[in-house]
Each structure stands twice: as C-alpha cells, then as structure tokens.
C-alpha cells in the first residue's frame, strides 16, 4: 500500500518495537479508532485527553478501559459527556474550571492530574515491554522516541499543544516505557498536511497569493505557520527568488515543519522561527508580503492584524483567512431535516477575542489597511478516509444519538456508493494594503 492508514502504520510500529499489547494515549481519537474498532485486543489502556472532536462508535470494544479527561464547559467536556452515554464501561475526568480548546496546552497547564488520572486507568494493566535495540527511529514514516522502562504507554500528538505530553513523560517513565511519537501522519500535523492537499483548499491559498502578488526578490512573512505546508507550496510556486520567514509560537509544530521542508527539498527557501502573532519578533516595514492562515481564530485578532500592519512595508500587502462560523457547512448526505439543520452548523472552535466571522472584513479596514478585497471562500473535502474528513466527521458524529449515529452512517454509505460523498465548509479572506 502506498499511503497506509495510520492504523497500518501504529501496528507496523508495535510490531517492529515487538508489542503485542501497549498502552496508548491521544488528543485526537480518530487517529486510533480504526486499531479500537479492529485491533481492540492490541490495546492495554486507552486515554483520551481533552479530545474536540469524538465519534464514540469505534471504541466500543475498548469502553472497559477507556478514560476521558475532559475541560469544563467546552467542546472537550461536551463530546466526552455524550461519549460516556454510549461506551458503557468507560470514565470520565473533568478539569473543574479549565477551559480546553483544540489549542490547549492542557499537559502543560494540569500536569499533575492528567498523570494521575492516567495511572488511575494504567497502571494495574497489562501492556508489553518493547524490545527495541535503539532509543529512538522511524517506522512507516512515524518518528519515535523511548524513555524509561517497563510497559509500553505511546503517546499520540495532540493537535496544536506547545508542549505536547513533554511535562509528564519525565513521571510517566517511572512507570513506563515512554514511547513519544511524532510526524506527518498522526495528530494535528496530519490535518494541516492533508488539508493543504485538497484541491479546493489550494485553490483559496493561490487566490489569496495571486492577490498578494509577490514579486522576485520580495520577503514573505507567515504568522502562525503551522507544519509549514503552505510554505513549502508557496516556496515551490516562486522559486528561490523569495526567501519565506515563517513564524509559530509552538516548538513542536516548528520542529515538525522543519523536518517536511527538509524532506521536501525547499529548506533553503523557508526560515522558520519562534514568534507570537500578536507580539511579531520584527521591526516595523520589515516585509513586503505578510499573510496568515487560520490562526486568528484563536488569538487577539485585532492585535494580531496591527502587528501584521505594522511589520508590513509601506506599499506592502497582508492577506488573511480564517474559519467561518457565521455561514454554514454542507454535506451531500441525505438525511432527515432534523438532523440537517445539527450538522450544518460549523464547529464553535474560536478564542475570546479571536475572529472567524465577516467582521474580518471591517477589522482588516481598522487595522488600517485599503483597498481591501474580500472574499468568503467554500473549502471542499472529499477523502473520507483522510485526517481533517475524519476530525470534521467526528465533530458531528458527537453530536448524535445512538439512532441519528445509524442515520448518519447510512447516507454516508449511500452517497459513497453513488461516488457522490464530500462535504464543504466556508472561509472568510482578505487582502489589502498597506498605506504609503
């Protein structure tokens, strides 16, 4: 198989660390629902860390020693609530007064009683030791690193936590083999990849980069880039006429990005660095070129366009896209109008001062920019079997009854059949300029 499903390249890592049964623990459940739902007797424990997003049907089998660690009064504490109506057997932890985003860096924030409600499950369960010769390596493309001793507890990626599980694993390895993973094919760095891949999705980032319109020589700025998987296209498309300078405030995502642009070939044309959106690491008119995508969801927003203004030349341009909760999604599902009207709703993943409405366009006007051009923009995903599908599905899935679940996943069926299954979700974006 070319592109193994994670759940091909989890068993293919086990196998080669000799493990028949491991403790596993993630942020996002879809990257080990498929070994849940078909493997469930490789796995020793399963914890689930303030997941967003939880289509409860593939951890059945494993309901009996599955934990959920949940926030407060958020997505997490909502899907893991509903989770437990429908896995008899399972428990669940809330983080009383923590509120846990897809961004959380909740390892960080709550070390301690995320480690004890992992004991709590894990520790009396059997997983194996692995046998493995090296302390670190890579197999199937997904990168691995051990510490401690005794039985195996692999840790997943969470989605965007700057620190990842590094705060526990050092508690964690008195009792475990560690095992740490990382790469492009699991957690959020597997999302980013694989969205940057749908062609509708390449679509919006060449339109906002054709308004952009870098010229030879020109410096570009990315504020929050993520994996790097829009730079790398971007470094690709102009050549190395322009050096790209792209920012994040998370190591391990930076990291992550530098391995890819490596391996793509284009490491030379991109310099990723450390920095905060809403505090840019640079002096004033320090580009010609500054954009940012789908990260003002999740910062002061207004703060975070005054600084792409201020970094930006006079004559220079800054161009932005974010998720939309004001406009619907859509799925080519037939379903009951009932449940139409649920699953239409984006999900309602945005920070307190973060922006993923029209009100962009007013704001990008404030900052100070002219000559604005707006436009919201349809995203359509159509590889079910692909990551960011996953995450979306998951999301509505949540959301259901037991019987709605059935409902769901018959349409679903239906309109694979027919070749016709993809949904499509919606963006805003602006470009403009900055005065002078």
């Known amino acids: 198989m070319s592109d193994p499903s994670p759940t091909r390249r989890l068993l293919a890592l086990m196998d080669h660390l000799g493990l028949g049964v491991a403790h596993v623990a993630t942020q996002m459940p879809g990257d080990i629902a498929g070994l849940a739902e078909g493997h469930?007797?490789?796995l020793g424990g399963v914890v689930l860390c303030v997941p967003t997003r939880l289509d409860p049907g593939p951890f059945a089998a494993v309901a009996d020693r599955l934990a959920m660690i949940s926030g407060d009064g958020d997505l997490s504490a909502d899907v893991t609530k509903r989770g437990l109506a429908r896995l008899a057997g399972a428990r669940r932890h809330v983080l009383d007064g923590y509120d846990a985003p897809g961004w959380a860096d909740v390892v960080a924030d709550r070390t301690d009683e995320v480690v004890n409600e992992m004991m709590r499950l894990l520790a009396d369960r059997p997983a194996d030791v692995p046998?493995?010769?090296?302390?670190?390596?890579?197999?199937?493309?997904?990168?691995?690193?051990?510490e401690g001793s005794g039985p195996a507890l692999l840790l997943l990626p969470f989605f965007l936590a700057p620190s990842q599980w590094a705060p526990a694993v050092g508690r964690l390895a008195e009792w475990f083999t560690v095992v740490t993973l990382g790469g492009p094919h699991l957690g959020g760095v597997a999302m980013l990849e694989d969205r940057a891949?749908?062609?509708?999705?390449?679509?919006?980032?060449?339109?906002?980069?054709?308004?952009?319109?870098?010229?030879?020589?020109e410096s570009i700025l990315d504020v929050g880039c993520g994996a790097g998987s829009l730079d790398r296209f971007l470094a690709r498309r102009l050549g190395p006429d322009n050096v790209i300078t792209a920012i994040d405030n998370n190591p391990f995502l930076l990291d992550e990005a530098s391995h890819l642009a490596r391996s793509d070939g284009v490491a030379d044309r991109i310099r990723f660095e450390p920095?905060?959106?809403?505090?840019?690491p640079f002096d004033g008119g320090s580009f010609d070129v500054v954009f940012s995508v789908t990260v003002l969801e999740e910062c002061d927003a207004d703060r975070a366009l005054a600084e792409m203004v201020r970094v930006?030349?006079?004559?220079?341009?800054?161009?932005?896209?974010?998720?939309?909760?004001?406009?619907?999604?859509?799925w080519s599902l037939d379903v009951p109008e009932s449940l139409r009207q649920r699953i239409t709703t984006p999900p309602q993943s945005v920070g307190a001062r973060g922006v993923a409405d029209a009100s962009l366009y007013r704001r990008a006007q404030a900052a100070g920019l002219r000559d604005l051009v707006c436009f919201p923009f349809l995203?359509?995903?159509?590889?079910?079997?692909g990551p960011i599908w996953r995450y979306r599905e998951?999301?509505?899935?949540?959301?259901?009854?037991?019987?709605?679940?059935v409902q769901w996943h018959g349409a679903r069926q239906r309109a694979a059949a027919a070749d016709l299954l993809f949904m499509a979700h919606p963006m805003h974006c602006v470009v403009g300029r900055v005065p002078g």
């Open 275 to 280: 920095g905060n959106a809403e505090a840019l």
């Open 379 to 385: 995203v359509t995903l159509d590889r079910p079997e």
């Open 312 to 330: 930006a030349r006079p004559g220079g341009r800054v161009g932005v896209a974010v998720r939309s909760l004001d406009l619907p999604q859509w």
């Open 197 to 217: 891949k749908a062609p509708t999705y390449r679509a919006l980032f060449r339109s906002l980069v054709d308004l952009l319109a870098p010229a030879p020589g």
């Open 40 to 42: 469930a007797e490789r």
């Open 394 to 405: 998951d999301h509505v899935v949540a959301q259901l009854s037991a019987e709605e679940a």
């Open 131 to 146: 046998r493995a010769a090296n302390r670190e390596g890579d197999c199937e493309g997904i990168r691995w690193h051990l």
